[in-house]
């Protein structure tokens, strides 16, 4: 039997832990801002990891595609991994950028 389904909230609980456990995986500070109010409530989550002052690009999904696709450990894996692709993105240091020629 797999791990599926869901109310909103419950859903939107498990979506924050996940993203959250392998985010700081990455770095203990890393923390996750999901948006699941007003016009998302019922059909999407945004998130976004933040560190310090930074903060990664949004994520999005659909409601009913983590309901259904959370007890997959295939679907789960690949949202593991670019979570935590994300994570390093934000410790990377700023570009430098070069002078520019006058």
Not at 7 to 12: L, N, P
Not at 51 to 72: N, Q
């Amino acid at each position: 039997m797999a791990f599926s389904g869901g109310s909103y909230d419950e859903v939107a609980r498990w979506l924050k832990n996940f993203l959250t456990s392998h985010a700081k995986r990455e770095h203990a500070r890393i923390e996750i801002v999901l948006d699941a109010a007003d016009e998302r409530e019922g059909r999407s989550y945004g998130a976004w990891l933040v560190l310090g002052d930074r903060r990664s690009p949004l994520i999005e999904l659909g409601y009913r595609d983590v309901a259904d696709h959370r007890g997959c450990l295939e679907w789960c894996r690949v949202l593991a991994e670019r979570t935590r692709a994300l994570a390093r993105a934000l410790m990377a240091p700023p570009a430098v950028r070069e002078p520019r020629a006058r």
